[in-house]
């Protein structure tokens, strides 16, 4: 069966200082994958999503980027923090067509 | 107009009672729907999906569509305390899902 796997579960950081989430995928090949940034009391926002290694979408300008360089690999980053990142993020997968995603737990991030 | 909208809520419901949540889509041709539950600090859970016209039921969970008036439900029968959750009713569009905002659903002992 397939598993995602997303770390730190919470993270504590100063303004200003560089970030580096991954989340990994076992049990498939070249899925579809997503991060999602939630807003405390919020609703899900759609960061970015990889249909393959090496492309990503954009789907929100801001200061956070991300990388796929494996297939079942999805690197969110940032160069400098701002108070604004604070919050929930969320790394899920899909199967190509139209599946439902499916969600690894989260790093709940706050920004001091 | 929103693509995706669900009453925020909070729904009350009486523990054993059905809960009945609505969500309306935009899109017409819009073919994939699920349905998903998000306990508070949690991450969203996958509960229901429904590609067709009519009901699906799985447990204690039945998925309503109606692609001609654009909405789905999702009924929860003989509601617990531990249904209590945020649910989430999200549409496939291009590799993306479109989500709703979300209806708290409350189940009172």
């Known amino acids: 069966s397939q598993t995602i796997h997303q770390w730190p579960a919470t993270l504590v950081q100063p303004v200003g200082s560089p970030l580096s989430l991954e989340c990994t995928v076992e049990g498939t090949s070249n899925p579809n994958l997503y991060w999602y940034r939630q807003a405390a009391g919020r609703g899900l926002q759609l960061l970015f999503y990889?249909?393959?290694?090496?492309?990503i979408s954009s789907e929100v300008p801001q200061n956070l980027s991300a990388s796929r360089p494996q297939d079942r690999q999805f690197i969110l980053s940032s160069k400098k923090l701002l108070l604004s990142d604070s919050g929930f993020y969320l790394c899920?997968?899909?199967?190509?067509?139209?599946?439902?995603?499916?969600f690894g737990d989260g790093t709940r991030l706050s920004i001091l | 107009q929103k693509e995706v909208e669900q009453n925020s809520g909070p729904l009350s419901v009486p523990e054993g009672a059905i809960a009945s949540l609505n969500c309306t889509y935009s899109d017409r041709v819009s073919q994939s729907f699920f349905w998903y539950r998000q306990y508070s600090g949690k991450s969203p859970e996958l509960i229901m999906s429904i590609y067709s016209n009519g009901d699906k039921e799985d447990g204690r969970f039945t998925a309503q569509l109606n692609k001609a008036s654009q909405y789905v439900s999702l009924l929860i029968r003989d509601s617990q305390p531990s249904d209590s959750a945020t649910y989430l009713c999200a549409v496939y569009r291009n590799y993306q899902l479109i989500w709703g905002a979300g209806t708290k659903l409350i189940i009172k002992p």
């Open positions: 899920a997968w899909s199967g190509t067509g139209s599946q439902p995603q499916h």
């Open positions: 990889s249909v393959g290694i090496g492309q």
